[in-house]
């Protein structure tokens, strides 16, 4: 399933794979420059960044067999050509990974009817209720699927949205209570743009991610402007991110998320202050005030 907003002229929607691998692939390409690569620049370039015939030139290919790729045709190619390409263009892992994925995804079906709602297992929610820290479980589709009163405390009282709307993507760039919650929300907008790429990446058929991407595309401006650039992410690894919140003022808290075993994907979401700082201390105070507003 694909469709497309109109929005500027390259905004996506969907996830077509051969239209996701060809953007892509030309969006890297636009951010190096010939001397970026050793090569001398000759005459003036209608178009920023490499050319078709100097990538494939670097990555030791021919133009025809590199332009296949950017076409959407990588299938037949071998590992080493798909890596020859990636260091041309100096994808980090997380890039390159994702165009093996774009160019050889495995066996699946164009489309894919939308699974049941996943569900926490009790003992997964009694470790949450348990963590001295905010925590909260995703779905690869970025769905809140449980969280503690710690993070309703820090991001916002989940319970009060019905079940549909519990979604990282979509509560970020469509709610600005979430929004205002961190303090360099372009910083973290970008990070969830590309996390939804990189997921939607792994299940391309995927139609709920279609949805997702075309109800943003519609909706948000910032959305349309950050998918355009074809950035991905796996999000936050013990990274600092400064929250702020109404009661106790900016604060950071370090973010480690973790894969949980068995059945479809799922990530547990934990976020902790370095011990003895001013950040401790506020979450010290929002966990009071939230257990107040409980009683």
């Not at 994925?101 to 709602?117: F, K, N, Y």
Request: glycine residues 8%.
């Amino acid at each position: 399933m694909s469709s497309h907003v109109a929005a500027g002229d390259q905004v996506t929607s969907g996830l077509d794979r051969r239209s996701e691998l060809r953007e892509f692939l030309r969006s890297r390409r636009a951010r190096l420059r010939p001397e970026d690569v050793g090569m001398l620049s000759h005459g003036r370039r209608r178009v920023p960044g490499l050319r078709r015939e100097e990538l494939a030139q670097l990555a030791g290919v021919s133009y025809a067999y590199y332009a296949r790729l950017e076409q959407g045709y990588g299938e037949t190619m071998s590992a080493e050509v798909l890596h020859a390409v990636a260091r041309v263009l100096r994808l980090n892992e997380e890039e390159r990974d994702h165009l093996v994925r774009l160019a050889q995804p495995e066996r699946q079906s164009t489309t894919q009817a939308a699974p049941p709602p996943q569900r926490l297992r009790p003992t997964v929610q009694h470790l949450l209720d348990t963590i001295g820290v905010p925590a909260y479980v995703v779905s690869r589709r970025l769905d809140i699927l449980g969280w503690n009163r710690l993070a309703a405390a820090v991001f916002g009282d989940w319970a009060l949205l019905p079940p549909e709307e519990r979604n990282v993507a979509r509560l970020f760039f469509l709610s600005p209570e979430m929004r205002d919650r961190f303090a360099d929300p372009g910083r973290t907008a970008l990070r969830i743009a590309g996390v939804v790429r990189m997921n939607a990446g792994k299940s391309p058929g995927d139609s709920y991610f279609s949805s997702l991407i075309e109800e943003l595309s519609q909706k948000s401006e910032e959305f349309r402007q950050l998918w355009a650039r074809h950035e991905v992410s796996c999000g936050t690894v013990g990274e600092t991110v400064r929250m702020r919140h109404p009661l106790v003022g900016e604060f950071d808290l370090v973010h480690e998320p973790m894969a949980l075993p068995g059945g479809a994907p799922m990530r547990l979401m934990t976020y902790h202050a370095e011990p003895g700082s001013r950040s401790e201390d506020a979450l010290r105070m929002l966990a009071s005030w939230e257990m107040e507003r409980l009683r």
